[in-house]
């Protein structure tokens, strides 16, 4: 018998007739799996609304317009429930406890916004950027935007956590002034002892204060706070300002932080009240900028721009060799190398640029 028949035989035995449907199975079982999978792949690639969602979030400024709406509402979340604590429930919360929540509020948006914004989370200190030089116009709206958002959406929440006890507080009524005030929950108002314009000045003042403190933790030219550090050191700053300066006007400080709670407290049933009471609603909208910029001013004037110079260094082996021969030579950086006998081979560089570098968190 040749070898072609005893193949044939081998072929047609019972032994491999077995063997075949095991084959055959698992063959199209890798198939189904291997079709599966590609066609998820293929899904995942080629579907037009994740492909253009993709295309969107990478877009610089909806990154930083994202990052800006999120760390405001982190920010205002924590702060107005701190401020809710402390209307609502008498054994529930205190000043000091307003002046936390908003202070690690800020540390928790600067976390959440740092490297992706800078997570201002605050108009004025945005406007001041911009006025300076640090970052575009053409951002201004997107952070404001973001902002103003953030915090309008924070405002809803608490409301809607803080719901049924506003109510059992008030009575059933929402007012803006009165012992049962439940407006100040979500915007500052003038208390009786200070004047419209003492508490104009008390803003400037206090968000000047943020401002030259805010260029001095991210100076990196002076002395900035750690790396990793400056989110934590930017909240005990807002805690500072609070325990020490926030008696007056309930330290606003930041339009963004005022002005959207008070558009909501508007259409949720507080009325047009929240805009008249003392014609105070201006002053958080204005004076905030005008302060933060004033600080921005005064820190880069007195404190930044006395700052000394620190001479970089050039190192070279090769020009140290160099200098050991009398010969002569000249370079724009280097001064001229006469004897290694009184001319050091390393020469300062002037500085090239005096403008100060503020950290990006």
Known sequence: MGEQDQDLLYLRSPKVDAEKPKALQQTSKNLRQN?????????MVSSPVIIRAQAILQKEMVREFLAEFMSTYVMMVFGLGSVAHMVLGDQFGSF??????????????????????????????TLTNCALGYLPWKKFPV????QFLG???????????????????????????????????????????????????????????????LFAITDKRNNPALQGTQAVVIGLLVVIIGVSLGMNTGYAINPSRDLPPRFFTFIA????????????WWVPLVAPPLGAFLG??????????????????????????DCK???????????VCVSSDNRPSVRPVPPLSDSIHMEQF
């Open 325 to 335: 021969k009398p010969t002569t030579m000249t370079s724009s950086l280097t001064c």
């Open 269 to 280: 049933g507080w009325g047009i009240q929240v805009f008249r009471a003392q014609n105070w």
């Open 96 to 125: 000091l406890g307003v002046n936390l929540g908003f202070g690690f509020g800020v540390t928790m948006g600067v976390h959440v916004a740092g490297k992706i914004s800078g997570a201002h989370m605050n108009a004025a200190v």
């Open 35 to 43: 079709m599966t999978e590609a066609n998820r792949k293929t899904w």
């Open 151 to 213: 915090s309008f959406l924070a405002a809803a929440t608490i409301y809607g956590l803080f719901y049924m006890a506003i109510f059992n507080y008030s009575g059933g009524q929402l007012t803006v002034t009165g012992p049962v005030a439940t407006a100040n929950i979500f915007a500052t108002y003038l208390p009786d002892h200070m004047t419209l314009w003492s508490g104009f000045l008390n803003e400037v003042l206090l968000t000047g204060m943020l401002q030259l403190c």
């Open 296 to 321: 921005g001013i005064i820190y880069l004037v007195f404190i930044g721009s006395t700052i000394p110079q620190e001479p970089q260094t050039l190192e070279n082996p090769m020009e140290s060799e």
């Open 143 to 146: 952070y404001i935007l973001g």
